[in-house]
């Protein structure tokens, strides 16, 4: 039988075909199951009413009863919005609407009383209610509703103006309740529901929208989101098993001459501990049989480049071609330039493939990649594309930043008949419990350890009132050989403001940093690629002394003799960003510096940020204070996972659970891998299910 939740909300009473489109639109309801699974974000006591005279600006919801008059239609020719009072017996409010004028126009009568229920702001000094959701007050209803306890739904304006605010929507849920309750079925075996004391999905589900208590909330909250979070580590766990078992991949059980001759004559340095143990993790893993699937972390800095190159010999030695994919064209050509440099007079052919190669240095990159004579490829995305075609593509680097999408590395995968081995490096560390979701299928390798001799990087905040004492510092930096970066924020909505920011900011430079004692450089996004190269080349050869930027140096870019970051209005930067810019210093033996500028004003976050970045060099630290202050969603890439749509659970708050449940996972799936157990039968199920509603980029790293 048709399971009664896969039905199309557009049956349930009291949803046309109007209010069908909108939630869907709005809230992404399509099914009945969907709404059921769109929880209130808080509670308020709906036997309570409040008096106008207890309205405040807390972000609290408030319920009045009273009345509606003076509603005023504001605009000469064409209404503009509408302004009413609402009056109980201690005082009057202010209500505005802006849109369904003409419907808001005639719908209240003056002798009626309303109950009212909204969230107030402040208009001209006074309170006030904009779309509030309004009903008219019946006593009868009241006494036949036991219900104290009332959810709030997230509602988006223009669902308001349809009648689908949050009691709108609350009325639906009802409906559907009365209609499916019985229904509800259990995803979770017997078993596991005592041993974690969880209370039963259907009285969760009730509770979550009609609590019959308050202490039922939270037990129902946290039913829904062990499940949530049980069932997604399932499916990692599930898909990792299935990667290591099922997908063929290359083996390289040679060590030939490339990696020997390298790390005999090339190697300009003694590899760190940790680089070794990656090394040979990943050695082991591209020799076993199975395509490799692996994230590299390691903080900025820490030597992630060299451990790629060195992968990367093992796949020549075994007669493969690879490819490495950086963010950036700026990121792909250091690293073309330093692999080539390493690489000194090895016998490797190595080219560059940007979105600004000319086409007819393109042909014989082609050509090349199909005779498989060109051996390393780098590049920035243009390596997707269809025309790049290998002989034997048989190892990819992707060092991605999180700025590549999954469904562009997917194309990767296919360059070959057996897919390559794939390695992503991360230089931002990300979280654990954010790497268990969306790295959760990977294996992943850590590089804990910095080269020696470098010295930690010397973080400090100044306000701008303190311009003159860093502008002497630079000067006693630069007399001492050192290099500077000056770094500008860049926001993508405004380029041209950002481009005058820093034109501005330049300016002042050259004028506190005269010629021809200071040498400066310049570089920003809207450069063409040559005029790039030719200022970072000069930066990068000591030319310069000071390299002032916008963000497109954030990533990779490596002179070790520049030993001083400046951040300018460093406030608006994220946590991560910034611990990217500072890594570009650091690299040398001497004594770094990062000092982050900002106005006198700054937000309460802005202030955290940068008493985080003085207090700690770790970017584990950061990341997961990142990950506290602004929540998953908007940590880079994150959101094209689609991993993280997460119904309740929250990765930020739950990382308890995040762990709790992985622990679980692990133990379900080592006694009953496919779950075929009787007892595994109802999680089996909810699996299939929950697969096929999603379609889960898992399996692609
Ligand atoms: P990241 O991990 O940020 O990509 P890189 O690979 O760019 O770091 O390395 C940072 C710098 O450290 C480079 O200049 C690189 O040559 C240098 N480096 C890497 N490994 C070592 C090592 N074992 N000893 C000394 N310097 C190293
Ligand atoms: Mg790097």
């Given at each position: 039988m048709r399971n009664i939740f896969e039905t199309p909300v557009v049956y349930l009473k009291g949803v046309g075909p109007r209010k069908a489109e909108l939630l869907k639109k709005e809230l992404n309801i399509v099914s009945f199951d969907d709404l059921l699974n769109c929880f209130p974000f808080r509670y308020v006591d709906k036997s309570k009413i409040y008096k106008v005279s207890e309205v405040t600006t807390d972000t609290t919801w408030f319920q009045l009863k009273g009345k509606i008059s003076k509603l005023k239609p504001v605009g000469d020719?064409?209404?503009?919005?509408?302004?009413?009072?609402?009056?109980?017996?201690?005082?009057?409010?202010?209500?505005?609407?802006?849109?369904?004028?003409?419907?808001?126009?005639?719908?209240?009568?003056?002798?009626?009383?309303?109950?009212?229920?909204?969230?107030?702001?402040?208009?001209?000094?006074?309170?006030?209610?904009?779309?509030?959701?309004?009903?008219?007050?019946?006593?009868?209803?009241?006494?036949?509703?036991?219900?104290?306890?009332?959810?709030?739904?997230?509602?988006?304006?223009?669902?308001?103006?349809?009648?689908?605010?949050?009691?709108?929507?609350?009325?639906?849920?009802?409906?559907?309740?009365?209609?499916?309750?019985?229904?509800?079925?259990?995803?979770?075996?017997?078993?596991?529901?005592?041993?974690?004391?969880?209370?039963?999905?259907?009285?969760?589900?009730?509770?979550?929208?009609?609590?019959?208590?308050?202490?039922?909330?939270?037990?129902?909250?946290?039913?829904?989101?062990?499940?949530?979070?049980?069932?997604?580590?399932?499916?990692?766990?599930?898909?990792?098993?299935?990667?290591?078992?099922?997908?063929?991949?290359?083996?390289?059980?040679?060590?030939?001459?490339?990696?020997?001759?390298?790390?005999?004559?090339?190697?300009?340095?003694?590899?760190?501990?940790?680089?070794?143990?990656?090394?040979?993790?990943?050695?082991?893993?591209?020799?076993?049989?199975?395509?490799?699937?692996?994230?590299?972390?390691?903080?900025?800095?820490?030597?992630?480049?060299?451990?790629?190159?060195?992968?990367?010999?093992?796949?020549?030695?075994?007669?493969?071609?690879?490819?490495?994919?950086?963010p950036t064209e700026i990121l792909a050509t250091q690293h073309f330039n330093s692999i080539k440099k390493m690489l000194g007079k090895m016998d490797v052919r190595i080219a560059l493939l940007t979105g600004s190669t000319k086409k007819a240095a393109r042909k014989p990159i082609h050509a090349e990649l199909l005779d498989g004579s060109l051996q390393i490829l780098i590049g920035t995305h243009a390596l997707i594309e269809e025309t790049v075609r290998f002989k034997n593509l048989g190892f990819v680097v992707i060092d991605e930043q999180h700025r590549f999408g999954v469904a562009q590395r997917a194309k990767l995968w296919k360059k070959n008949t057996t897919p390559p081995h794939v390695l992503v490096m991360t230089a931002t560390p990300i979280p654990r419990t954010l790497a268990m979701t969306l790295y959760g299928n990977l294996d992943v390798s850590i590089i804990d350890e910095m080269p020696p001799g470098r010295k930690a990087i010397k973080t400090l905040h100044f306000w701008e009132t303190k311009r003159l004492r860093v502008i002497g510092f630079i000067r006693e930096q630069i007399k001492q050989g050192r290099q500077i970066y000056i770094v500008y924020p860049l926001i993508k909505e405004s380029e041209k403001l950002d481009l005058k920011n820093l034109n501005d900011g330049f300016e002042n430079i050259i004028r506190d940093f005269p010629l021809p004692e200071y040498q400066v450089s310049v570089l920003h996004g809207r450069m063409k690629p040559e005029d790039k190269d030719f200022e970072m080349k000069r930066f990068v050869e000591g030319k310069t002394d000071i390299m002032v930027s916008t963000t497109v140096i954030e990533v990779g870019v490596d002179v070790s003799n520049a030993s001083v970051m400046i951040i300018e209005n460093a406030e608006r930067f994220g946590l991560s960003q910034l611990h990217q810019l500072r890594g570009r210093v650091g690299r040398g033996a001497?004594?770094?510096?990062?000092?982050?500028?900002?106005?006198?004003?700054?937000?309460?976050?802005?202030?955290?940020?940068?008493?985080?970045?003085?207090?700690?060099?770790?970017?584990?630290?950061?990341?997961?204070?990142?990950?506290?202050?602004?929540?998953?969603?908007?940590?880079?890439?994150?959101?094209?996972?689609?991993?993280?749509?997460?119904?309740?659970?929250?990765?930020?708050?739950?990382?308890?659970?995040?762990?709790?449940?992985?622990?679980?996972?692990?133990?379900?799936?080592?006694?009953?891998?496919?779950?075929?157990?009787?007892?595994?039968?109802?999680?089996?199920?909810?699996?299939?299910?929950?697969?096929?509603?999603?379609?889960?980029?898992?399996?692609?790293?």
């Open positions: 020719k064409r209404m503009k919005y509408i302004t009413a009072s609402f009056t109980d017996e201690s005082g009057t409010i202010g209500l505005v609407w802006f849109r369904g004028l003409s419907w808001i126009k005639n719908a209240f009568a003056t002798n009626k009383e309303y109950i009212l229920f909204g969230k107030p702001s402040i208009f001209k000094n006074s309170f006030n209610f904009v779309h509030p959701e309004i009903e008219e007050f019946d006593p009868m209803q009241e006494n036949v509703s036991g219900q104290r306890l009332e959810g709030v739904y997230s509602s988006t304006e223009n669902l308001k103006n349809n009648g689908l605010g949050s009691r709108g929507i609350s009325k639906l849920m009802r409906r559907l309740l009365n209609q499916a309750a019985d229904s509800i079925y259990e995803t979770l075996p017997d078993q596991l529901i005592s041993h974690f004391k969880l209370i039963p999905r259907k009285t969760a589900l009730l509770n979550i929208h009609f609590p019959e208590t308050t202490g039922i909330i939270e037990k129902a909250i946290h039913r829904l989101k062990f499940e949530e979070l049980l069932f997604l580590q399932l499916q990692i766990l599930q898909q990792k098993t299935f990667l290591q078992d099922r997908i063929p991949g290359q083996v390289f059980d040679k060590v030939g001459n490339y990696l020997n001759d390298f790390y005999a004559k090339h190697l300009p340095f003694e590899l760190t501990n940790a680089q070794k143990r990656v090394i040979k993790e990943i050695r082991l893993d591209m020799k076993s049989g199975k395509q490799m699937n692996r994230l590299l972390q390691g903080d900025v800095g820490s030597g992630k480049t060299l451990v790629a190159l060195m992968n990367m010999l093992i796949a020549l030695d075994n007669g493969f071609q690879c490819c490495l994919m950086a001497e004594q770094s510096y990062c000092i982050l500028m900002s106005g006198n004003k700054l937000s309460a976050e802005g202030r955290k940020r940068l008493e985080i970045m003085v207090k700690t060099n770790d970017g584990f630290e950061i990341s997961e204070a990142d990950l506290q202050l602004r929540g998953p969603g908007d940590i880079q890439g994150t959101k094209q996972s689609g991993l993280l749509d997460f119904k309740i659970a929250n990765l930020a708050k739950d990382g308890e659970l995040i762990a709790k449940t992985r622990r679980v996972a692990e133990h379900i799936l080592s006694k009953d891998p496919k779950l075929s157990a009787v007892e595994n039968k109802l999680m089996k199920q909810q699996l299939l299910k929950i697969q096929k509603e999603k379609t889960y980029f898992g399996r692609i790293s």
